[in-house]
């Protein structure tokens, strides 16, 4: 018997399978490693020593067929999220609702992929109700992949940017790979779309599964009426058939409208009542790295470290821009996004321009970010561009003052909240 599986014997706990992969070392050379620190079994391709295992072609499908197989041992619903931005949020947020009523489990922090996913399924417990898994992907088949393990009851889909365009070719490439979330599903199943995003509200192929919009356009069955920021409070109405409720979060960007928007959707089609959804999203905490609002001695912090893309940078920016004070804005590049990396940079500088007093751009795409910010009427002299974190970091201690707003914003593969931590004179 195992409880839960692992890849990483630094992490790695006592009773787990430890899981053989191929990265930059042959996993099998740390298979003496998981043993001392209490692997039940091994799941390998290889006879290495006498050690209690699973011998497979391959370790990575065998782990994805004992997921699949646990979970229909659970018998547990299961709640599949996917979209270009704000999924892990969404997912989040999900999980809290569906919490006030079920006995749920959850993807934690980025475990949203082949491997991450299945691990995370061998750790739930057996009284698991409801399971809400993330499913992220950057190529064609891995999300089809992924729903075949899940065979998602309900699927979400919250928008479809350009985040990994690069593989993907076009946006509609994206929504493509996006919708392979149904292929796992049975026909049954309920499809859950957010109607504010055309590529997702007008399909050319619609799928077996009933289609249920949310958002806050006209047509959609669960929609958000009279958006507004109060202060730290986003707040808004919610209209779906007889229901009508007022919700409340202590966010800050319309931008998480949709996010909770498809929240409530799914609480409503499991049958949470309203007020336990009102109430769990009231008490909403976003995940550590997700814009993430704080005072910092004579600074106030916003830092969004975890993952970027043009929409969410937008977003990020917007939320800047909303900000009373003098607004620095920190961004590090957009990876994954193939042709479209200096066109999209560029479009960021412009709208940072709009929003920020100060502008300094992270990266090998930074100084197309300072082209933008010039182009869109910042000072030459209130913009610059970086390739070395320590001049960065030097640069934004020299030019920050007491009470200004900083934002810190990059593709998870900056590190940017390494630039944070030196600011603020935290280096580990």
């Given amino acids: 018997e195992f ?5 990483d014997t630094r992490v790695l706990l006592p009773g787990q399978l430890f899981i053989v992969l191929q990265g930059a070392r042959d996993g099998h050379d740390f298979i003496p490693a998981a043993m001392e620190k209490g692997a039940a079994a091994v799941l390998c391709s290889q006879r290495v020593g006498d050690y209690p295992a699973i011998y497979v072609e391959d370790p990575r499908k065998a782990l994805g067929d004992i997921a699949r197989q646990e979970l229909q041992r659970i018998n547990a619903k299961v709640v599949a999220v996917t979209g270009s931005v ?3 949020t969404t997912k989040e947020m999900i999980a809290a609702v569906l ?21 995370a399924i061998l750790s739930m417990p057996l009284d698991t109700e409801v399971a809400v898994l993330e499913m992220g992907m950057n190529h064609f088949r891995e999300i089809a992949y992924l729903s075949e393990i899940a065979r998602p009851d309900v699927a979400v889909i919250i928008n479809i940017g350009t ?8 946006q509609l490439g994206i929504r493509q790979a996006k ?12 499809l859950l779309l957010n109607g504010d995003d055309t590529l997702l509200r007008y399909l050319d192929q619609k799928p077996q599964q009933r289609i249920t919009y949310f958002g806050t356009s006209e047509g959609c069955h669960v929609r958000a009426c009279d958006v507004w920021q109060d202060g730290d409070k986003l707040r808004f109405h919610v209209e779906a058939g007889k229901l009508s409720f007022p919700v409340a979060l202590t966010l800050e960007g319309e ?3 949709g996010d909770a928007m498809a929240a409530i959707c799914v609480g409503l089609k499991l ?4 007020e336990r959804i009102v109430d769990s999203l009231a008490s909403f905490q976003n995940m550590s790295g997700r814009q993430e609002i704080y005072k910092e001695g004579d600074y106030t912090i916003i830092r969004d470290c975890y993952n970027a893309g043009p929409e969410s940078m937008a977003a990020a920016l917007g939320v800047l821009g909303n900000r009373h004070g003098r607004r620095i804005a920190v961004l590090g590049d957009m990876l994954e996004l193939g042709d479209c990396a200096q066109a999209e940079h560029y479009k960021v500088g412009r709208i940072a321009a709009e929003k920020a007093d100060m502008v300094f751009a992270y990266g090998p795409h930074s100084g197309r970010v300072i082209d933008g910010t010039i182009t869109g009427g910042m000072p030459e002299t209130m913009g610059r561009a970086f390739e070395d974190r320590d001049e960065l970091v030097k640069a934004l201690k020299r030019a920050a003052k007491p009470g200004d707003i900083l934002l810190f914003k990059a593709s998870r593969g900056m590190h940017l909240e390494l630039v944070l931590e030196a600011f603020l004179d935290k280096e580990k």
């Fill in 3 to 7: 409880f839960g599986a692992n890849n």
């Fill in 86 to 88: 704000g999924k892990s």
């Fill in 99 to 119: 919490g006030s009523t079920f006995k749920i489990s959850k993807t934690p922090a980025n475990h949203n992929n082949d491997i991450g996913m299945p691990m």
């Fill in 163 to 170: 985040m990994h365009i690069e593989y993907l070719g076009s």
């Fill in 179 to 190: 919708m392979e979330i149904v292929e796992g599903m049975t026909p049954h199943g309920m």
């Fill in 255 to 257: 931008h998480f409208v």
């Fill in 271 to 274: 049958a949470v009542p309203y």
